[in-house]
């Protein structure tokens, strides 16, 4: 029985239940079909509003798989088996006395996720197309023949040796730390396939602090924001963004505080500000190079923290530009990373401890050291020859000049007495803090303003400080997670062997006694960073960054780069794309190196085409030569619409799951299970276990049970459901996934910070039995809905906090390295401003500095185009929220100033064309005294659907060229080697110009 798009899911005949927004129109549900129970009947209005207050029991939850880094826990109100509405969890206590407390938690979204729960959008049933891809016509069939389809799928790919073409997409942050979530990754970590890593594709690597810092991840709790007296909102806008934390900073005004917003439009944030700054969109390194000027002539930096913290005192060589390396003096030393600053006591170069190659994990200088940080020197090198050298510092002397507020006012259309007040008040403050999130990361040369807000922070001595330094955003990931992700990976390689052969010991349980093993496995020494960032790079070889993914794949994608790309590099980036490939470390990634168009396509919890620039290249070209796609959903979208097969996934108020959690809130969230799944809706856990057992049934009936992994490991699928389901002891139904809910808890030190000395005197089995008064269960957090963290956990690259709980005080990240002077995980083993890599050089990028946007000088249009995140959905998930439209336009619009709507002849509310060189879309005109001339701006998230987003089918996604930054290719250097979820190349959807027209005039 088939269905066309105007009835999907629709016919109780056919048993379809839910409807679609298709280009067909928005269709209703059939409310005679849903098996679920019917809402009593209602007399009257005041009957509705009386009958609120009534409900059978209330359900702490959450919205495990939103893509928001809030995390708030929510009551849910369950009447008569339905989620009747829900209701902030006031649950929260203050850290630290005289702060602030983290209550209220939540948002408009979440205030309605029950109207989303019962969304005709949903997904209930087990479905494959009929006809053509993205067509919308559906046929129901069973749960068997949709395991079955993809199980063989999946062993034809793993029989002919192909796991690259098997390619999963969980997207980013769209995910929870709990069963499901973890075991989904884990059924595709066993199989070897490829991991498809999207953080790039979002725009939101930020690669400035990477490069500076070795993680972009650097935040503690939010409250913390509370102790700055100098709070710099930069391409940030948190009163939108970040709703349930943002009041901690206009309470530090209450406190003293001032608050001061960087951006070209008068946002939520720049309406709360002191000080706003409109600087000219994509300038920003220019006005932060202007500010590094001020405080540098004016004296106003902290010289001892820049000697201790950077590498400002790093002798650099005159002739080749490197630092003075060990192997200048010493040729037969090894390690490369080890470098000198200059010793005026000995007038001698000093090895400075804590470099990448050091033997010290430490960059505590000796008292009897004096470290120069201005100067310029000769050394002796091995042979004999002289060599003069400087201090990076001195370098940077040179590099600043030229760059006062006055040389830089025509660039940035700031007044250079704004910059000096600026510069003055964050050198004066005694904890500024610059708050820069992902949209930091949007523009072809974000990096370099990154660097130099990091650098702003340093030069005053403010990063490490409570409330003070540069913040992004970071996470709390229970130890449990990767472990249970990754830990029987096939495509970790030697590097990941002893951790293999610990978990092998733990799903055994024949741990006891072996501490040194259960060392390595949760992180018990102090070296554990160094484990951890060894583990990170090892899981990088079954990840794929996807922008470069792409490119190798879509010819189209790669046209589309070739004509937007930054030519004044030294080479073309197709040449910095081979170089990676053959020379640098992206051809050791054996699923980037042997790419093909996939086979199979399985996505979860996300949306890959819509977070696609220029999409419909991608759909014309490489979606439709992919094999098979599934998709694991709870609801419709505009990927999930040009899918082959829907697997419905249960919504969130119908599943147990634990939110994601990022480090703003200290505290564990549940997402518990308050409602039964609608329709035949089954969680990931139930799924992927499901999916496991039937591969290995089919893989076994078939005669095909072994096969071989890009590497020459041999694998066995007819023990891939054991695998999985670690020799039975969590099997795929709802008790398992409880049993490993609680086994994730137990195992972490965020939940549970006595597992491991436990572990450690008596064994795994008497760990994992003793019962721990002070510890979180899955039954105190269904109590409670949420409870404070035990502990920050160990530093890693993921979990990059970097500062472990305190009792009675906030969380100021990266006291391991300030407070405790562990080295950084950059090759000088500090905040790093000057990059001596071979690319860097010859670009001219070593040290930070402005550099005009490519995307600026490719679109000869009149206004620049940028965006930022919507006050109204997370992401594309709420886009179809009537409630939310009811908040805003209702579709696509476009926020444009009010000399530039007259100029074109625009008034508020007229349907206008967007349109550059590239393509074009259409959208509704909003006319605003928030925006400056000459800038149009778009909230992101609109899915590409005709007639109730965009008008012609085509979203603004259509305008980006987004071009590679070919330095994000580099390797072969500590902090820039590729990582999952770390260094790789970024999309870059605020680099665009374009024109604007109003339809029919």
């Not at 980013?172 to 730390?177: A, G």
């Not at 005694?430 to 702003?456: C, N, T």
């Not at 790419?595 to 949306?607: C, I, K, M, R, Y």
């Not at 890693?796 to 906030?810: H, I, L, Q, V, Y």
């Amino acid at each position: 029985m088939t269905t066309d798009r105007r009835t999907f899911l629709k016919g109780s005949a056919c048993g379809f239940v839910g409807a679609a927004l298709l280009p067909g129109g928005l269709l209703r549900a059939n409310p005679a079909a849903n098996p679920g129970p019917e809402p009593p009947p209602f007399r009257s209005a005041e009957e509705i509003w009386r009958g609120q207050w009534r409900w059978d029991r209330i359900v702490k939850s959450s919205h495990g798989r939103a893509n928001c880094a809030s995390a708030c826990s929510w009551d849910v109100y369950v009447r008569d088996g339905l989620v009747w509405r829900e209701e902030q969890n006031r649950v929260y206590e203050a850290q630290e006395e005289g702060v602030p407390d983290f209550n209220p938690r939540g948002c408009q979204k979440g205030a309605c996720y029950s109207e989303q729960t019962y969304s005709p959008t949903r997904v209930l049933y087990p479905m494959k197309r009929v006809g053509p891809r993205g067509g919308g016509r559906w046929e129901r069939i069973s749960w068997d023949e949709a395991y079955t389809t993809i199980a063989d799928r999946i062993i034809d790919n793993l029989a002919a040796g192909k796991p690259q073409r098997i390619v999963y997409d969980y997207g980013t942050s769209n995910m929870d730390f709990g069963p499901d979530q973890a075991w989904e990754i884990r059924l595709f970590s066993l199989l070897g396939c490829t991991e498809l890593d999207s953080y790039g594709m979002l725009g939101d690597m930020l690669m400035g602090t990477i490069q500076t810092l070795g993680t972009q991840s650097v935040e503690g709790t939010s409250d913390d924001w509370f102790h700055s007296d100098y709070i710099v909102v930069w391409m940030g806008n948190p009163v939108t963004t970040r709703i349930p934390d943002a009041h901690f900073m206009t309470e530090a005004r209450y406190n003293g505080a001032q608050l001061v917003c960087i951006a070209p439009d008068y946002s939520a944030t720049a309406s709360k500000a002191d000080l706003w700054v409109p600087v000219e969109p994509r300038t920003d390194a220019a006005f932060a190079m202007a500010a590094v000027h001020v405080i540098i002539t004016e004296r106003l930096y902290k010289a001892d923290y820049l000697r201790q913290y950077t590498d400002f005192p790093f002798l650099v060589r005159e002739d080749t530009g490197h630092f003075l390396r060990v192997q200048d003096l010493e040729p037969s030393a090894e390690g490369r990373h080890r470098y000198y600053a200059w010793d005026r006591r000995r007038s001698a170069p000093f090895e400075m401890p804590g470099c990448a190659d050091h033997e010290s994990g430490e960059t505590t200088v000796p008292d009897d050291v004096d470290l120069v940080l201005d100067g310029r020197f000769e050394v002796r090198l091995a042979d004999g020859s002289t060599v003069k050298v400087r201090t990076n510092w001195n370098l940077f002397g040179e590099r600043i000049a030229g760059w006062s507020p006055e040389e830089v006012a025509a660039t940035t259309k700031v007044h250079p007495e704004v910059v000096r007040r600026f510069a003055r008040g964050f050198a004066a403050a005694k904890s500024p803090m610059i708050f820069a999130s992902y949209g930091a990361a949007k523009g072809f040369h974000s990096d370099l303003e990154q660097r130099l807000q990091v650098m702003l922070c340093a030069l005053v001595g403010s990063h490490g400080k409570r409330g003070g330094g540069i913040r992004t955003i970071s996470f709390n990931i229970p130890e449990a997670f990767p472990y249970v992700a990754y830990g029987q990976s096939e495509n970790m390689g030697d590097a990941y062997a002893p951790i293999r052969s610990a978990l092998a010991a733990v799903e055994s349980l024949d741990l006891d006694g072996n501490a040194t093993v259960a060392g390595m496995l949760l992180g018990a020494n102090d070296e554990d960073s160094v484990n951890q960032e060894g583990i990170m790079r090892a899981m990088r070889s079954g990840a794929v960054p996807g922008v470069p993914f792409f490119y190798q794949l879509e010819p189209a994608w790669r046209a589309g780069m070739a004509e937007t790309e930054d030519t004044t590099y030294p080479r073309r980036l197709a040449e910095y794309m081979q170089a990676a490939m053959t020379e640098g470390g992206y051809g050791n990634n054996p699923h980037l190196a042997n790419a093909e168009v996939p086979d199979l396509f399985f996505f979860t919890g996300s949306n890959p085409l819509r977070r696609l620039w220029r999409h419909e290249q991608v759909e014309a070209g490489l979606w439709a030569k992919m094999g098979l796609i599934v998709a694991m959903t709870p609801q419709l979208n505009y990927t999930s619409l040009h899918a082959d097969i829907l697997l419905p996934a249960a919504g969130w108020y119908e599943k147990l799951a634990l939110k994601y959690t990022p480090s703003y809130v200290p505290y564990l969230i549940i997402n518990d299970k308050a409602i039964e799944p609608q329709g035949q809706s089954k969680s990931e856990f139930t799924m992927a276990g499901e999916l496991a057992k039937k591969i290995a049934e089919r893989a076994v009936a078939r005669g095909q049970t072994l096969s071989t992994d890009l590497y020459g490991r041999h694998k066995d699928l007819a023990t891939l459901y054991e695998r999985w389901s670690f020799n039975g002891r969590f099997p795929a139904t709802e008790e398992g996934k409880e049993k490993a809910f609680d086994f994730m808890l137990k195992i972490s030190g965020m939940s549970n910070p006595y597992f491991l000395s436990v572990l450690k005197e008596h064994g795994l089995a008497r760990a994992l039995a003793e019962p721990f008064e002070d510890d979180i269960t899955l039954a105190r957090l269904r109590e409670h809905g949420a409870l404070p963290i035990r502990s920050t956990g160990k530093y890693s690259p993921a979990n990059s906090m970097g500062t472990e709980k305190m009792p009675g005080r906030t969380i100021t990240p990266h006291q391991r390295f300030i407070r405790d002077h562990k080295r950084y995980p950059t090759a000088t083993g500090r905040m790093q401003f000057y990059i001596d890599h071979p690319w860097f050089l010859e670009a001219g990028e070593a040290h930070p500095i402005y550099k005009p946007s490519p995307g600026l000088a490719t679109h000869r249009q009149p206004f620049h185009f940028t965006g930022g995140h919507t006050r109204w959905s997370i992401h594309s998930q709420w886009r179809e929220s009537p409630t939310m439209l009811r908040l805003q336009r209702g579709e696509p619009a476009a926020w444009l100033a009010v000399e530039d709507a007259q100029t074109l002849g625009v008034a508020n509310g007229d349907e206008i064309e967007l349109f550059n060189e590239l393509g074009s879309c259409r959208c509704r005109a909003k006319v605003a005294p928030a925006m400056r001339p000459g800038t149009v701006l778009m909230y992101h998230a609109w899915q590409p659907w005709q007639p109730w987003q965009f008008a012609n089918g085509v979203s603004d996604k259509a305008l980006y060229g987004s071009p590679m930054k070919p330095l994000h290719l580099a390797s072969g250097y500590p902090q820039l080697d590729y990582r999952l979820a770390g260094a790789q190349p970024c999309h870059t959807p605020r680099d665009t110009r374009i024109g604007v027209r109003r339809v029919g005039g």
